[in-house]
């Protein structure tokens, strides 16, 4: 569950092929804020990178996303049932892919709920630029 | 209810009515004989959420341009002439309402379509564009639009985003003259090994975007190309990256 009103989520398998469905999700939503589509472009690939980096962690079975939003941010939540401890490691937080999200989003935080699998949550405002 | 959309009148009568024109009189008298055909559209266009009222109007205000526009001396019926400008009116009525009464286009075509017109609006606006904007401009529906986005960032899009003389210009070129010579430092090559294999520009973006923190315009102002063409260089090394990779 995102903090923001959730609009929408879904769980997928956690394999590459069903990362294109969760960024198509996250590309969709973030449409519908009026999000320019560079800032869209890169909600999905901050999503493609998350979820890349859970597949790497801990032999997830699925995938889930979790996608709030309010009139100019939009909260994305990533997570996973696989299991690893620490979360998040040290390799994690030193990969490629954590930098690209953080460069890509304006707030990342990597989280563990009790009893659930690692998940990766960012924010993206929406800029409005000269409008 | 089937009424007749057919005129009342014999043809010689309307011809005469035809004749007479622009008398307002006989513009009048040819606008009820045909007020029939006018309400059968309207009628056929409902259901999607316009009141028949608003269509009745619109195909109505089709007509009279049709009354208006109609050259008796061609050899199509009235009627014929007529039909085409009532659908005409009442597309443009549904369009101009954002609803889409639209041909179906293949996924290619409307790639190419949006890609078109995202370039023009980029350029035009100095930013990129909404979704919204885009369906609009374009005229096509705005999942048609995200569905084209989708399928324009499987491609490799060199030929797609290379700007004219691009080809000309080799990659340091590009980059410009006062760069303070790029180095990729180690430490960011051990994150990512594959970058070793990426072009120099799309490397240098690489540091610049997620190691350095700048922004899109920062990094188009500094190599002198267009805030489009780094997006886009952004999107396709993070893909190549990963392809390297063999991951998603």
């Not at chain 1, 869209?40 to 996608?67: F, K, M, P, Q």
């Not at chain 2, 010579?181 to 120099?200: G, H, K, M, Q, Y």
Request: proline share 6%; charged share 30%; glycine share 6%.
């Amino acid at each position: 569950m995102t903090d923001l009103p959730t609009a929408v989520s879904a769980e997928v398998p956690a394999t590459p092929e069903f990362v294109q469905v969760l960024r198509n999700l996250a590309a969709g939503v973030a449409a519908r804020l009026d999000m320019p589509i560079d800032q869209i472009e890169e909600v999905r690939l901050a999503v493609t990178e998350a979820a890349s980096l859970l597949l790497d962690e801990g032999e997830a079975a699925s995938l889930r996303i979790s996608i709030g939003r309010d009139t100019d941010v939009l909260e994305v939540r990533l997570s996973s049932d696989g299991r690893v401890d620490p979360w998040p490691s040290d390799r994690a937080l030193s990969s490629w892919p954590w930098l690209v999200v953080k460069g890509l989003t304006d707030e990342i935080t990597a989280e563990r709920h009790d009893g659930d699998g690692p998940s990766i949550r960012f924010t993206k405002r929406l800029e409005r630029g000269d409008r | 209810m089937s009424r007749s959309t057919k005129p009342s009148r014999p043809e010689e009568e309307i011809a005469e009515l035809f004749a007479r024109l622009p008398d307002p009189a006989a513009r009048e008298e040819l606008a009820k004989e045909f007020l029939p055909l006018a309400e059968y559209f309207a009628r056929r266009f409902s259901g999607r959420g316009e009141p028949v009222d608003d269509l009745t109007q619109t195909a109505s205000l089709g007509l009279l341009n049709a009354i208006d526009r109609f050259d008796p001396k061609r050899e199509v019926p009235f009627s014929t002439y007529a039909a085409a400008t009532i659908v005409g009116e009442l597309k443009r009525h549904f369009r101009d309402r954002g609803w889409a009464l639209r041909v179906p286009r293949n996924i290619q075509e409307t790639a190419i379509l949006v890609n078109r017109t995202v370039s023009t609006m980029w350029q035009d606006l100095g930013r990129a564009p909404t979704v919204a904007e885009i369906a609009k401009v374009a005229d096509i529906g705005e999942d048609d639009v995200l569905q084209a986005l989708d399928a324009l960032q499987a491609y490799t899009t060199d030929s797609l985003d290379a700007p004219a003389g691009d080809a000309t210009t080799t990659a340091a070129e590009s980059i410009g003259g006062e760069d303070r010579s790029f180095e990729v430092s180690e430490e960011w090559l051990s994150i990512a090994p594959a970058l070793r294999d990426l072009p120099e520009r799309e490397r240098k973006i690489l540091y610049l975007r997620f190691f350095e923190g700048r922004t899109q315009t920062e990094i188009a102002d500094e190599l002198g190309i267009s805030q489009m063409h780094v997006s886009r260089l952004v999107s396709q090394s993070l893909e190549k990256l990963r392809d390297n990779a063999g991951e998603v």
